[in-house]
């Protein structure tokens, strides 16, 4: 005859057996049915070249870059999925150094997004203005007069070999249960020359 313990332990494994089929499930169904993404447009308004360095012990001089950029994408219907937690969306450049044939990927810019979020983000430079609560969107990305978050710099330390890079609006997609996933959000309508560097 059973006791109370061994009836407890059946029930909990049995219930640990559905609950595991069930996200199985969920996991497979929202991976198949991962909406698509209509491609926006990164717009690169400046870039120029400038001595300095970066904000470490013992750097040195170098060339950096500083990109004022527009940006333009839709995503609702990643943000609509039931089973999206949040999206991480990150700027990256793309380029070949010539003298030695090395293509670098650079992340300029970053923002994370999570489906709590009930606004639209609209920012201009690096801040994001209040907007009314309740307004639906969050999925619409509108960003005006942006600036590089992060340094960028060659391992070169001059970009006198760099020709023109490609900037790209990527996002990996985080969910409830599952596998990531990523994708482009936005891409610029064509390379970008890389200046001059400006002598002072």
Known sequence: MYSTLQRLNHLSSLATTYVMILLGLISA???????????????VKDLL????????????VE???????????????????YNTKQLFLYLSASYVEQSTGF???VVLWDRIIQRADLRDIRAVGNK????????????NIRVEEG??????????G????????????????????????????????????????IKR
């Open 49 to 60: 070249l400038h001595k300095g360095r970066l904000q470490r012990w013992g750097a040195r």
């Open 29 to 43: 169904a929202s991976f198949l049915a991962l909406p698509q993404v209509d491609v926006g447009k990164v717009d």
């Open 103 to 105: 293509t670098h990927d």
């Open 158 to 197: 001059t970009f006198r070999d760099v020709e023109y890079a490609n900037m790209t609006l990527h996002y990996s997609l985080m969910p409830y249960v599952g596998v990531l996933s990523s994708g482009i959000a936005a891409v610029a309508p064509g390379p970008v020359t890389i200046p001059e560097l």
């Open 63 to 81: 060339e950096l870059a500083s990109v004022k950029f527009d940006l333009r994408t839709d995503l609702n219907p990643l943000l609509n999925s």
């Open 128 to 139: 994001v203005p209040k907007t009314r609560a309740g307004k639906q969107g969050r999925g």
């Open 147 to 156: 600036k590089n978050k992060y340094q960028w710099r060659n391992p070169s």
